[in-house]
């Protein structure tokens, strides 16, 4: 289930903390954080403006579901416990319908959820600058474009390359680990 006492806001604040302290040398502006009518619109929660290129997060929080009867462990397509987080299906999954067109000029943009499911973990991470690390990151580049009012999510297990996008299950094989991150934005 989800992380008592963790907020989305708490989650994202760590990560873009963690984010701009260790690109520090490479930004060209302060993080933004839109309003709430901005992020309605845009889709993302934050932007991190780094020369050469930007890089957008629409933060989740992840249930984490470990019991032989979750879904998941019981049809199969995970062995063990596996963490998921939700789409809003508020108008036809708008937000993911913003993130999808945004990706298309911005493919730096992804879906950020914690792999960890206790408080206690997210302050430990957090205070040993560690959260990245613990973090999973999904491009919206990877993921399907959804139009309907369905309920759709995405699942993923804790150390295991890729996740699965859900309603009609499709599983990709590519997502990033927090710990990847300095990695990619050198490439860049």
């Given at each position: 289930?989800?992380?008592?006492?963790?907020?989305?806001?708490?989650?994202?604040f760590?990560?873009?903390?963690?984010?701009?302290?260790?690109?520090?040398?490479?930004?060209?502006?302060?993080?933004?954080?839109?309003?709430?009518?901005?992020?309605?619109?845009e889709?993302?929660?934050?932007?991190?403006p780094l020369?050469?290129?930007?890089y957008?997060?629409?933060?989740?929080?992840?249930d984490y579901?470990?019991?032989s009867?979750?879904?998941?462990?019981?049809?199969?397509?995970?062995?063990?416990?596996?963490?998921?987080?939700?789409?809003?299906?508020?108008?036809?999954?708008?937000?993911?319908?913003?993130?999808?067109?945004?990706?298309?000029?911005?493919?730096?943009?992804?879906?950020?959820?914690?792999?960890?499911?206790?408080?206690?973990?997210?302050?430990?991470?957090?205070?040993?600058?560690?959260?990245?690390?613990r973090?999973?990151?999904?491009?919206?580049?990877?993921?399907?474009?959804?139009?309907?009012?369905?309920?759709h999510?995405?699942?993923?297990?804790?150390?295991?390359?890729?996740?699965?996008?859900?309603?009609?299950?499709?599983?990709n094989?590519?997502?990033?680990?927090?710990?990847e991150?300095?990695?990619?934005?050198?490439?860049?």
């Amino acid at each position: 289930m989800a992380i008592v006492g963790l907020s989305e806001f708490t989650f994202g604040f760590g990560f873009l903390y963690e984010q701009t302290v260790a690109n520090w040398g490479g930004l060209k502006a302060a993080p933004v954080l839109p309003s709430l009518q901005q992020e309605q619109d845009e889709g993302w929660d934050a932007r991190l403006p780094l020369q050469g290129t930007d890089y957008y997060y629409q933060f989740k929080l992840s249930d984490y579901l470990s019991r032989s009867n979750a879904k998941h462990i019981k049809d199969g397509t995970y062995d063990g416990p596996y963490y998921r987080f939700y789409f809003h299906k508020k108008n036809n999954n708008r937000q993911h319908q913003r993130l999808r067109e945004h990706c298309v000029d911005s493919p730096l943009t992804y879906y950020v959820a914690p792999e960890f499911n206790a408080l206690d973990d997210f302050n430990s991470a957090f205070l040993a600058k560690g959260l990245r690390e613990r973090s999973r990151l999904i491009a919206l580049t990877d993921c399907d474009h959804i139009a309907d009012a369905e309920q759709h999510y995405i699942t993923f297990a804790e150390g295991q390359q890729g996740f699965t996008q859900h309603s009609t299950q499709k599983r990709n094989e590519h997502s990033s680990f927090g710990r990847e991150l300095p990695r990619v934005i050198q490439a860049e």
